[in-house]
């Protein structure tokens, strides 16, 4: 294990779509960060996320039990409340102050649970990056149960992916793409810098339907040729915002009828350990709500576009594993994700400097 | 690998049940504090544990062949005496007086054979454990069997799991406990401090019969309120011996008839590494010598319980490897544990003194 | 990771089979020495090895399109030609000079690709170890489609492994040996050193001819009892060519006609990783040339000996792993081995002199 630090404290990461956690009395065991986070909801709908592992013994909290709006460890029977402290020890009448365990801050919005994983005074609900669309069912029809995908591959390695569509050309050809002409023709129009990432233009000219499009289109409109923009936004630890609009090559950009068609999409990438990844998206379109096999084929699509990266991804996580000394190139293309991975490492460094890291115990002060 | 020393190696382990060996030419591989052993029994019925590789090249002996006395390495043919000496190799006719393997002393008590780790000369079979029911079939009828269980978990997290009874009330409400009220209105009588870990007694009154002893029971005797007393010792390394008394509620201690029953328990803990264990268990009752439903009953329930601590435990030993930081938190039912851990650890800094640890070959004058 | 050199750079290793990338398209992955490699066809029939990896982001080139000469990242669409070079970035004009990955000599020899793992300029085809049977069809008939076995184990222990043929009597008894008198009555006639390593000479004399010769016999040979010799030669990295003689027993080694008869047997074994091997194999004769049956008893014969020694080798490994201080004693028969070691030893730090290990990047500059 390394020494050095690794990933942000002080910001807000996704961490369930509030359907996975919906059933009663489940508790959602979900490693952040290398935390391992149990997230519940109590009787009266307050979701809570707090380490996974009594104070006592370290047993799992998942395999305990919800009693209102507390949690019961069922090895030895210690209650936890939703501040994560203990309020009863089974035939122990006096209940040191120590006995809790860390409460993370959790909030929800868009239907997804975010968790703060550092000094819970500074975490403000604010800061949770908003997308309207998830929110606003009567323009934007997404997908019932938002979905999730497990990546065996360091969140960044999938930013990195995201960052630079001309993989679209040669990974996606028959799915998302359409050609590999993409690569050569299609340039970012501007890379704008932002505080906490980067937006990004790219447009695609009069190129055919690529196949997803295609898939939920009338078949006269599977033949025009059309004019294909991407505005995308990335910002971190790893949240991913784009507005996909096609029109008929050459029409104004404001109009509207056969061949005008937008999307939204939103795909956040958490650290579940530095080599594993919780990936979490949902895919936004505005045909008629009744029609679910709308949402059906553009989940289809996309699912065998992510596939198609993941497999990529997760053999580059491979190789870098196995050899530390690889020192990669970087092409123009890069710069977008060379923006990102610089202000991470600027906020982690910051991060450093208030926070040292916690040393091991020595093996006889350990109960293992 | 840390560097500390983990394991005691001056005690007796317990290594393996008898019948784990009865069957002819059978060599029985296992590793004990980290130490790949064969054990065999020999042509004249005697028991041998030797390194179970081969001191020439690392072939494992349980690959061997039983000759008489000896095993012979069925690599390049070396043959071993019962004391790890090489008295034959084939095509060579000077023997290396180094040419040995380590001979673990090795004795059978109870059913148990025990190997003890350390210094030979210091090996004293008087030191074992003797728990008399396992010798004394005329009182006691145990497993003709007795079970054996592999456990994903260091040893220490199992003896802490018996050094409080407290876990029965949530862990096994439905098997071997009865209520959760178990947790809250039992306490351990006493905690006795012995030179090699405790004995303490623990009185549970006036509660209904728990699962397992129900099964066994006649119908009215099923409904009785009982006084439910265990009296358990703990001895290092991993020897933890129990009596079961059940009496009717309020009655004498010494009374008979209707109501009075008595187990007697033994679970021996032996690390195989520092993250795995062999467990090996009986469980022994009064009643008729012909009913083997009653032991196949106990053994279920038993096993139904085993499994139930298994599940916590083993969630206890991902969590613990996954964060060497976590400082667990004291409460007044750790006493037990906390003695224990304290003449392991005093026992272990006196190891220390006088058996510094090997450090490992250069890469260059290993074979591998 | 231990900080040591393992592997020798300037030597070449056998690599594939020729007939393992026949067809069209195809890019085989195969790890030597710890480096990931893509082996090659061009469409003009070359053979290439490079790095498989690809300079910008690791993406493995195997997942890549071969195109005429070169080969394109399936990535971003970089495309390298043979010499490891990227001549097209797909929407980036510029290709800066480090936009290239390792380009590994490569060559055939009697159907098997050799790769050179050191520095280019040193490699000489006329270093490989010709193993002239293998181009001889004439008189010498092997398998069609040449072995690969795969293990999991450090290749020196196979490389001992058959640098003392006294395994054969107790290992392959049933198959390869005979008889347990073959290690007790037959030694090596002479060990003559070389600078690659030795050559050895083993007689067994007046013998039961060994099962897995005598299921290709006819009967009236098989009652007969023969002398064998071996002639075996073994060279670094891990090359084991071997002559197989049968005569009569007593006969004059150059007769001819009943009981006479020869094979020639390549078995090379490169490391994978320091704890994996690739192992290549061909066992020729002298029969019919339209006898297929002969090749397939062989192939079937030897590769049930193979298996028998992969069995105890694999074992070694672990237990070898298991225990770094394990400390192994030398007999008489380790004589040949030993010469291998120390030349392996001795070229070892020679190149360690003048060719420092490539630290790791700090976390901070790495893409993972």
């Keep these: 294990m390394t020494e050095d630090k690794i990933f942000l404290d002080n910001c807000w990461y996704a961490a369930a779509w509030e359907h996975e ?72 009448k006096q209940i040191p102050e120590n006995f809790k365990v860390h409460s993370y801050p959790v909030q929800e919005k868009g239907g997804m649970l975010w968790v703060w994983m550092g000094d819970p005074a500074l975490a403000d609900p604010k800061d949770i990056l908003d997308f309207p669309p998830l929110s606003d ?52 129009e501007e890379i704008e810098p932002l505080d906490t990432g980067f937006r990004m233009e790219r447009w695609h000219y009069e190129a055919g339907v690529p196949p997803y499009h295609a898939k939920v289109l009338d078949q006269d409109e599977q033949a025009m040729l059309v004019d294909r923009c991407n505005l995308m936004e990335m910002h971190i630890p790893g949240v991913f915002l784009m507005e996909t609009r096609f029109k008929p090559a050459g029409a104004e950009p404001q109009g509207q009828g056969k061949g005008f068609h937008q999307y939204r999409n939103c795909q956040y990438m958490t650290p579940e350990t530095r080599n594993t990844t919780h990936f979490f998206w949902n895919y936004l379109h ?35 594993q196995q050899d530390p000394t690889f020192d990669p190139k970087f092409m123009v293309a890069d710069k977008a994700f060379a923006l ?29």
């Excluded at 709500?289 to 989940?299: K, M």
């Excluded at 990102?340 to 293992?368: D, G, Q, Y």
């Design 21 to 92: 956690i919906a059933q009663a009395d489940f508790k959602l065991g979900r490693t952040i960060c290398e935390k391992p986070i149990v997230f519940f909801r109590t009787e009266s709908g307050r979701y809570i996320a707090l380490d996974n592992r009594c104070c006592h013994r370290a047993a799992p909290l998942t395999m305990g039990r919800i009693e209102a709006e507390c949690i019961r460890c069922m090895y030895h029977g210690m209650l936890y409340n939703e501040h994560g402290q203990v309020i009863q020890i089974p035939g122990q």
């Design 137 to 188: 069912p009567e323009n934007w029809r997404g997908f019932t149960e938002p979905s999730y995908l497990h990546y065996d591959a360091n969140w960044l390695l999938i930013v990195d992916n995201l960052s630079d569509f001309s993989h679209v050309a040669f990974v996606h050809t028959n799915t998302l793409g359409g050609s590999e002409e993409y690569a050569f023709t299609s340039v970012p």
């Design 286 to 320: 505005q045909a008629e709500r009744q029609d679910a096999s709308i949402s059906g084929s553009l989940r289809e699509s996309l699912l065998e576009g992510f596939m198609e990266d993941k497999v990529i991804i997760e053999a580059q996580q491979k190789l870098l």
């Design 340 to 368: 990102v991975r610089r202000i991470w490492n600027a906020r982690l460094e910051e991060e450093e400097k208030v926070s040292p890291r916690i040393p091991p115990l020595s093996s006889r002060n350990r109960i293992l």
